[in-house]
């Protein structure tokens, strides 16, 4: 059994012991009754799906997110980007990825194997496992919906010109190999854990990845046309406002299935406890990243930016993620506003290399997940900066490169942008042949 970030080994244990203390251990259980290690299974098992579908649910969140970030011409675009995104990563992380994730990794990869759904703890004469532990089909599930919230980030990023089967192709490579073989260098016990690095759900190890693969997409497919005139930078404003904060809200709220379930067990009052303190600092850290942005933009800029509001919520998620467990209340919210700030400096810095980053998923899920993975030794005595600092720069280097590489290989082979005529006509029409507004059409968006 894998248990990432070992978490589930060093919890404690609600068992026979405490139900003596309350005066229960008098009462016979009946025949059918479940084993104290059965119900520990049960609930654990429990944790993995029930924050597994929340964590599902942040599909729609980056979808409705970068629908409402483009113009109206490829809203359709990036819905259907998402949800093939979704069914990708599912299929790629069950025919290779999880077990080169986490299966017999020994220091670097693991097996390259067909993921089985047997499970020895359960069989026709019912639960026979010795020690609490949780379904492999519930882990397996939990690990592929993070998976494929990495490939979303890539998404928003390169949106509005590339095309839509270089795009796929790139997210068969990062979902199936590139994604999972850095996550067995520390989730999967490799070399990374040994060394002592710490990211609980995954500032560097989603959250980075993502960022670092959109980089390398965004330099290699180049800006769109028009964004950067004479030196200048033209914004091109998204098309709908509302549906971006929606898909916030839906991101924020899958949030907590993604730190939540990443304590990996639900099976004691302990875990339990430890859960509510995730959800409480992942909440409080989001809302430090949503003032912090407001009050630097109001500021800077002497107008208050929604963009940049929505985008200090999501670093502020992404900045607690790698310790959402440790800090206390007041500090996750400070972890949280940092982020915040990053963002605020970070899109700016990106228009003036001529990064053009649609939906701001650099600026939110690589730099702030730098910060996160960098502020883990601050509440957690176990971490220390140098293996942290080695695990950035060995996952930054590993994945950037080896993205920037399948991008320059689709560029020069099938091509990765679309032409000049399709981006100016929108890419709905153009790769799609339909509109998601067809009421309203295409033309008064065109750049």
């Known amino acids: 059994m894998n248990f990432k970030n070992h978490r589930f080994s060093r919890a404690a244990r609600f068992g026979g012991a405490a139900l003596a203390g309350l005066g229960v251990a008098a009462i016979a259980a009946p025949a059918w009754a479940a084993t104290d ?12 799906l029930m924050h597994g579908f929340l964590v599902m649910w942040m599909a729609a969140g980056f979808a409705m997110l970068e629908a409402g970030l483009v113009r109206t011409k490829n809203t359709s675009m990036q819905c259907l980007k998402n949800i093939a995104i979704y069914s990708v990563a599912g299929i790629l992380y069950y025919l290779i990825g999880y077990n080169l994730m986490y299966m017999d990794v020994s220091g670097f990869i693991g097996s390259i194997s067909i993921w089985s ?15 609490a532990g949780y379904a492999a089909g519930s882990d397996w599930f939990f690990q592929m919906v993070f998976v494929a919230a990495t490939a979303s ?19 068969v490579v990062l979902t199936g190999v590139i994604y999972p073989i850095q996550g067995a260098w520390s989730w999967g016990g490799g070399w990374l854990s040994e060394a002592g690095f710490s990211d609980f759900a995954g500032s560097s190890i989603v959250h980075s990845v993502g960022g670092w693969a959109a980089l390398a997409g965004a330099i290699v497919i180049g800006a769109r046309k028009g964004k950067f005139v004479d030196g200048k930078v033209n914004p091109i404003p998204g098309a709908n406002l509302p549906l971006a904060t929606l898909g916030t809200f839906i991101l924020w709220m899958g949030w907590f299935g993604f730190n939540g379930g990443s304590q990996l067990a639900m099976g004691t009052a302990a875990d339990i406890r430890d859960i509510s303190s995730i959800y409480i600092n992942t909440n409080l850290a989001a809302a430090g990243g949503v003032v912090a942005a407001i009050i630097l933009t109001q500021v800077m800029y002497k107008k208050i930016d929604l963009t940049m509001a929505l985008n200090g919520a999501l670093a502020g998620l992404v900045s607690i993620t790698a310790e959402p467990l440790a800090p206390s209340p007041g500090l996750a ?21 001529k990064i053009d980053d649609v939906v701001g998923a650099v600026s939110v ?19 220390s900066f140098g293996p942290q600092i080695m695990g950035i720069v060995a996952i930054g280097v590993y994945t950037f490169v080896a993205s920037l590489i399948i991008w320059t290989i689709l560029k020069f082979t099938i091509g990765v942008r679309a032409n000049e005529e399709d981006e100016y006509e929108g890419l709905d029409k153009a790769e799609l042949g339909l509109e998601a507004y067809p009421e309203f059409g295409a033309g008064s968006q065109r750049m």
């Open 117 to 131: 759904a047997a499970d020895p703890s359960i069989t026709a004469d019912g639960f026979v496992g010795e020690e």
């Open 365 to 383: 899920h690589l730099f702030a997940g730098i910060w996160g993975t960098l502020a883990v030794p601050l509440s957690n005595s176990d971490a």
């Open 333 to 353: 919210i400070i972890i949280g506003a940092i982020g915040g700030v990053i963002v605020v400096f970070a899109v700016p810095l990106l228009d003036k290399l």
């Open 37 to 48: 290690v059965e119900t520990a299974f049960i609930f654990n098992t429990l944790s993995f």
């Open 153 to 171: 980030i890539v998404s928003g990023t390169v949106a509005e010109r590339v095309k839509l089967w270089p795009f796929l192709i790139f997210t």
